[in-house]
Structures are given as structure tokens and as C-alpha cells.
């Protein structure tokens, strides 16, 4: 059998470029023919000196196999601890740490794929290396897309095992395959891996929709460029009611942008379906808080009805008006500034549709209300 190989390199930094139009999924291609496994799981076996017993590596990766798990298609990893023998082209799909620079090449992770050209995948493996500075933690504090001074663990072994899915990067869309960093849910202290709408629906594409797994959700990220292969990710907006672009302060690591009470301003999201079927009437909340979680109890400030397909990611504004009676003396977050508030989102607002996830249903856009 003819076997291809294809190298699959993360880089470590990516700089903005102006965004390109259409989006979608890439899947890997030989001669036209897509490249995918057979079955309803593909086994992944973690080296077990990478990711010993008890050890913070394997329950992070196993958070991160939990949440490609939770996507819509047919198709599941299935994760095994204690590989005492992992090699490339020994053709059992394996991640570990390494720092063997002739597989790196360079790269913070890479991943591997090799496959027959008549459509099979025949080996996946990949390869992290053990000397770059990685989290585990789910503090966003922690993690560079949040200021913080390491990459996060899950979405990078997230991203290499999209490869192994069959997934390659994209750059013309908001997605894990492309800046993984930059990819993740956040409500309050915490920001976590999940694959995403537009991985979700590759995988749909490869292996069939399993029409039992719902989920909608919402993040404060969007597709903002790309560089090479990869999409670049920026936070979302606010803007005045004229559509320009707030001034802000950056207050504890994340943007806070200046209102005063009253204001009418419209606010940027990134709501995904990330489950099987399209939700024509999703219940959307508009809220604001006293601090960076969104939950219903916060102060309701507006509502909207959204027709979320699993096709392209809704970034887009709505229209909401600054409460009246906020204290624009109130402290803000490690800083002497004041007036510090976040208008949030919540989807499925009114809790009508099952989920296999419900903790990815809000997320905020800091503000500093002005005296
Ligand atoms: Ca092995
Ligand atoms: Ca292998
Ligand atoms: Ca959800
Ligand atoms: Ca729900
Ligand atoms: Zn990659």
C-alpha cells in the first residue's frame, strides 16, 4: 500500500493579516480523495512517561480528548494511558513529549499524518515539545491569550489532535486549527479548549452527524486575519451606535471599553452551534455584571432570536443601552481605575435545549462606565 506522509507544524506566534471572506474547513486531500478513519473511534495512546498516572499532563489530556468528544459527528477518540513504546510509522496513532529537534523541526508540536491516498488514514502521531513553557490550569490568567506566560496545554494538543481527526489548518475562519491560543471558552476565571463550530462541522463532513449532540455556545473571540495557514484571533467589540470602535483601557490584562450610563452601544459576539442541528429561534440575553461572570441573575439589559446553523460562526453586534443607575466609582480589577462593569451574553437564554455542554452558554465584553 502507497503511503503518503504529511507534517503538520504548529507555530509559536502569528501575526494579523487582513481577513479573507469565504470560510471553511480544510480536510486532508490525496489525488481528490479525502483521507479519514474507518469506524466510530480512533484510538490515541498516550506515552506513558509524558503523561504518567496522577499526573496534571494526563488529566489535562484527558480534558481535552472529553472535549473533542462532545462534537456532532460520528466519529470519537478513544484514549488509552500507559503506551510504554511510541514511535513514528509504527502505525499506532501516539502523543508524547519530545525534545528531539530532527521531529520538531523547529515547531512547538507537530503532528503527523500518514494515509494511503485511497482514502484511509493509516498513523497519526504527536509530538510536543517538553522544553516550551505550557499551562495546564483553566485560569485564564495563566495563558497567553490572556496575558498570561504560558501556552495552554489543552488547546495546543487539542489543535494536533484535530489533525488526527483529519483535520487541517484553516486561516479563513475563526477555528482551532488555526490559532488554538486564541480559541477558547471563557466565563469568569476560567478558559477552556473546545474544538468549535467550524472543526465540529469537518468532522461532520468525514464521518456523519450524530444527531443526538446539541450545543450552542458563545465566546469573546473572532476571526481577525491569518498568517500562512493559520487564521489569526483577536477579542470582540464595542462600538459606539455611529458603528466606530469604542476607546478602551486595558484593566487587568483584557479590554474594558468607556461608556457612560445610558449610552447606546452595540456589542460583538461569536456565537457558534457546535452540535448537530441548526436552532432557528435560539434565545439570546443581553446582561450586565459587576464582574467578568455571566450569569441570568445578572441585571437583563436586552434580547435577541438567532437562526444558528452549523455553517459559519455568527460574529456579530447587537444593540444594548448602558443601565442608568451604574456606580462609576466602583473599583476595577488590580488597577486604580473605576467604573468597571462587563456586558455579557447568554444563548439558549430561556434553557429550552439540551446541551452536552451548558458551560459555554456566556461569556463578557468589559466596559468602564464614566462619570
Ligand atoms: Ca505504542
Ligand atoms: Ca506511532
Ligand atoms: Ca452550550
Ligand atoms: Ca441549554
Ligand atoms: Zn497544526
Redesign the pocket.
Known amino acids: 500500500m502507497s503511503a503518503n506522509i504529511r507534517w503538520l507544524v504548529t507555530v509559536a506566534s502569528i501575526a494579523a493579516a487582513a481577513p479573507l471572506t469565504s470560510t471553511a474547513y480544510e480536510l486532508a486531500e490525496c489525488a481528490g480523495i479525502v483521507q479519514r478513519w474507518g469506524g466510530s473511534s480512533v484510538i490515541v495512546r498516550a506515552a506513558s512517561t509524558s503523561f504518567p498516572a496522577d499526573s496534571v499532563w494526563r488529566t489535562a489530556l484527558q480534558e481535552t480528548v472529553d472535549g473533542w468528544n462532545r462534537n456532532p459527528s460520528q466519529m470519537s477518540i478513544s484514549l488509552r494511558f500507559g503506551d510504554d513504546s511510541v514511535s513514528f510509522g509504527n502505525f499506532e496513532n501516539e502523543i508524547w513529549f519530545t525534545s528531539d529537534d530532527t521531529i520538531l523541526d523547529g515547531a512547538p508540536a507537530r503532528a503527523s499524518m500518514i494515509y494511503s491516498c485511497t482514502g484511509s488514514m493509516l498513523e497519526s502521531d504527536v509530538f510536543i515539545d517538553s522544553r516550551i513553557s505550557l499551562t495546564t490550569s483553566s485560569a485564564k490568567t495563566a495563558q497567553t491569550g490572556y496575558g498570561g506566560g504560558a501556552r495552554s496545554f489543552q488547546t495546543l494538543a487539542g489543535h494536533e489532535l484535530g489533525h488526527t481527526l483529519g483535520l487541517l489548518h484553516t486561516r479563513n475562519t475563526y477555528n482551532i486549527m488555526g490559532q488554538d491560543a486564541r480559541h477558547v471558552h471563557t466565563n469568569g476565571s476560567a478558559a477552556r479548549f473546545y474544538p468549535g463550530e467550524d472543526a465540529g462541522n469537518g468532522i461532520v463532513a468525514l464521518y456523519g452527524v450524530r444527531s443526538s449532540i446539541q450545543?450552542?455556545?458563545v465566546v469573546h473571540w473572532r476571526h481577525s486575519g491569518w498568517s500562512g495557514e493559520y487564521s489569526s484571533h483577536s477579542r470582540t467589540r464595542m462600538f459606539n451606535s455611529a458603528g466606530q470602535e469604542l476607546a478602551s483601557d486595558t484593566i487587568n490584562g483584557e479590554r474594558h471599553y468607556r461608556v457612560t450610563r445610558g449610552q447606546t452601544v452595540k456589542v460583538e459576539f461569536s456565537f457558534e452551534n457546535?452540535?448537530a442541528a441548526r436552532q432557528r429561534s435560539a434565545d439570546v440575553g443581553f446582561y450586565i455584571s459587576t464582574n467578568d461572570y455571566i450569569t441570568t441573575g445578572d441585571w437583563r439589559i436586552g434580547g435577541r432570536t438567532l437562526d444558528l446553523g452549523r455553517n459559519t460562526i455568527s460574529t456579530i453586534q447587537s444593540t444594548v443601552t448602558v443601565l442608568n443607575d451604574l456606580n462609576t466609582t466602583v473599583t476595577c480589577p488590580n488597577s486604580t481605575l473605576r467604573g468597571c462593569y462587563w456586558v455579557g451574553a447568554v444563548?439558549?437564554e430561556d434553557g429550552s435545549?439540551t446541551?452536552?455542554?451548558?458551560?459555554?452558554?456566556a461569556t463578557y465584553v468589559g466596559i468602564r462606565v464614566l462619570p
Not at 355 to 361: C, R, Y
Open positions: 450545543d450552542l455556545g457546535n452540535g444563548v439558549d435545549l446541551e452536552i455542554n451548558e458551560a459555554n452558554n
